[in-house]
C-alpha cells in the first residue's frame, strides 16, 4: 500500500509491506509533527535522496517516532551536511538561496537501504548519485527521476539544473523501463500511469 501524506516540499509518503511501516522522504523542515500524527508508529524513514526539500523533516521525525533513516550509501555525506549539492543557474542560485533560509537539520546517523529486506529498491543515480526508486507491488516511488507538476499535463524529467550526472540519469530513466510497474508515485506532482511514462521515454531518446 502506498498513501500519500500531505506535506510541504514534496510527496511524502507512507508505504505499509508485510506489516512494515514506512515513509518515503519528508520534505522540508516543519512536516514533522503531521507526518508523525498520521504515521504514529514506523520501522523506518526512507529517502529517496538527499535534496533538502525531501530530506529537510527527517532528523525531527526520527527523534519523534524514535526511527531508524535509510538512503544509499552514496548519500549520506550529503545527508549529514558533510558535502554540499550543486546547483546550476538561475533556479540553481534560488535553491541555493532557499535552503540557506530553511536550514535543514543534518542527519547524525543514516543507515543504508541495503538492510531493507522486505523492499525492492533500485539504484537509479543520476538527479543524485544515490537516488533510489523503490517498488511497492504495482507502483514505483521514485523521488525525483520523473515529475508531473501540473495537473493535466504531461509528466516531464527532472531539470538539468538539479542533475548531478545527465548521462547516469538517462540510464536510470531506461533501467525503470524494464521495471514492470504500472503507476509511478513521484515526488512532486500527481500519480504518473506506466503509458504516460513510456510516452515520455519516446519523446526523450
Ligand atoms: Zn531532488
Ligand atoms: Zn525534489
Known sequence: MVELIRAKGCNVYFVIINGKRYIVDTG??????????????????ILTHSHFDHMGSAY????????????????????????KHEYKGLIGAFARFYESVKKPKYLEEVESVEELKDLE??????HTAGSISILV??????????????FG???????????????????????????????IYPGHGRVIRREEFENLLKRVF
Open 60 to 83: 525531527s521525525i526520527s527523534k519523534i517516532l524514535k526511527s531508524k533513516v535509510y538512503a544509499h550509501p552514496e548519500e549520506f555525506e550529503y545527508l549529514k551536511g558533510v558535502k
Open 28 to 45: 522540508l523542515p516543519g512536516n514533522e509533527k503531521r507526518i508523525a500524527e498520521v504515521v504514529r508508529e514506523c520501522d523506518g524513514i
Open 121 to 126: 529498491i533500485i539504484h537509479t543515480p543520476g
Open 153 to 183: 499535463s504531461n509528466p516531464t524529467l527532472s531539470s538539468k539544473n538539479f542533475n548531478w550526472n545527465n548521462e547516469e540519469y538517462r540510464r536510470s530513466l531506461k533501467k525503470v523501463l524494464k521495471v514492470e510497474f504500472e503507476k
Open 137 to 150: 507491488d504495482d507502483s514505483l516511488i521514485c523521488g525525483d527521476l520523473v515529475r508531473c507538476s501540473i
